[in-house]
């Protein structure tokens, strides 16, 4: 491939890479990550409630990485709450699976700076053949698509398998008992996703600009493997 249509596809890749790295600090940091809603079955048992009259028992709550803050009703009017991970939830939630989530985003966010790095480089520099060449993207694109797959599997263990919703909500609420009726994930997960299938769409532009998947031999060396067999 000529050398300008090289330079194009790996500057496009460095771009996307960027905004991915924008995208996913910007996801860390905000409360969109679930968006739920919450039932109090201990009032809508004691009035045998049903129907329409199930949503003055209905409650939300939107929550990220950090903090969040949501709405509970039990029949007496809304009540606004807001909460952190750190320090107040600790005592609530898995621990470690949520600190590896954040421990991955981050690890994300830095391999996908590298990869820009690495892109733009290839484009404007002269790369070594082994780090900051096509080996080099490749690998860091795989290895950064990986810590997206990560995050946003750790996250839905976290979210159905641990009942994350439902521990916030009954979080130090002696009286009453909340249920989650339903869980969407929301805007940061999304972008976590599409961070992923960028680092995906990357390996393909790679692939595109005439560099060969690595471990993957090329006609010319099975060609004279061949020959040798042959010879021998």
Same mark, same amino acid.
Request: aromatic share 14%; net charge positive; proline share 4%.
């Given at each position: 491939?000529? !050398?300008?249509?090289?330079?194009?596809?790996?500057?496009?890749?460095?771009?996307?890479?960027?905004?991915?790295?924008?995208?996913?600090?910007?996801? $860390?940091?905000?409360?969109?990550?679930?968006?739920?809603?919450?039932?109090?079955?201990?009032?809508?048992?004691?009035?045998?409630?049903?129907?329409?009259?199930?949503?003055?028992?209905?409650?939300?709550?939107?929550?990220?990485?950090?903090?969040?803050?949501?709405?509970?009703?039990?029949?007496?009017?809304?009540?606004?709450?807001?909460?952190?991970?750190?320090?107040?939830?600790?005592?609530?939630?898995?621990?470690?699976?949520?600190?590896?989530?954040?421990?991955?985003?981050?690890?994300? $966010?830095?391999?996908?700076? $590298?990869?820009?790095?690495?892109?733009?480089?290839?484009?404007?520099?002269?790369?070594?053949?082994?780090?900051?060449?096509?080996?080099?993207?490749?690998?860091?694109?795989?290895? !950064?698509? !990986?810590?997206?797959?990560?995050?946003? $599997?750790?996250?839905?263990?976290?979210?159905?398998?641990?009942?994350?919703?439902?521990?916030?909500?009954?979080?130090?609420?002696?009286?009453?008992?909340?249920?989650?009726?339903?869980?969407?994930?929301?805007?940061?997960?999304?972008?976590?996703?599409?961070?992923?299938?960028?680092?995906?769409?990357?390996?393909?532009?790679?692939?595109?600009?005439?560099?060969?998947?690595?471990?993957?031999?090329?006609?010319?060396?099975?060609?004279?493997?061949?020959?040798?067999?042959?010879?021998?």
């Amino acid at each position: 491939m000529p !050398s300008p249509q090289k330079k194009i596809l790996f500057c496009m890749a460095g771009v996307l890479s960027f905004l991915c790295a924008l995208g996913v600090v910007t996801a $860390v940091g905000t409360p969109l990550w679930i968006k739920a809603t919450i039932l109090c079955k201990t009032g809508a048992l004691l009035v045998n409630a049903s129907g329409k009259e199930l949503d003055q028992f209905m409650g939300e709550m939107q929550y990220g990485l950090f903090h969040g803050e949501g709405v509970r009703q039990c029949g007496l009017g809304a009540r606004p709450f807001r909460f952190s991970f750190f320090p107040d939830l600790l005592q609530a939630i898995p621990v470690s699976i949520h600190v590896n989530i954040i421990l991955f985003c981050m690890i994300l $966010v830095v391999l996908t700076m $590298v990869g820009t790095a690495f892109f733009m480089y290839n484009a404007f520099g002269k790369p070594f053949e082994t780090l900051h060449g096509p080996l080099g993207l490749y690998l860091v694109s795989f290895i !950064s698509g !990986s810590c997206g797959c990560l995050v946003m $599997v750790l996250f839905a263990s976290e979210v159905k398998i641990h009942h994350l919703s439902e521990k916030i909500a009954n979080f130090k609420e002696g009286t009453y008992a909340y249920k989650t009726q339903s869980e969407n994930y929301t805007t940061s997960f999304w972008v976590v996703f599409i961070c992923f299938f960028v680092h995906f769409l990357n390996g393909l532009l790679i692939r595109l600009a005439g560099f060969q998947f690595p471990f993957t031999k090329s006609k010319d060396t099975e060609t004279t493997n061949m020959a040798a067999d042959l010879m021998y």
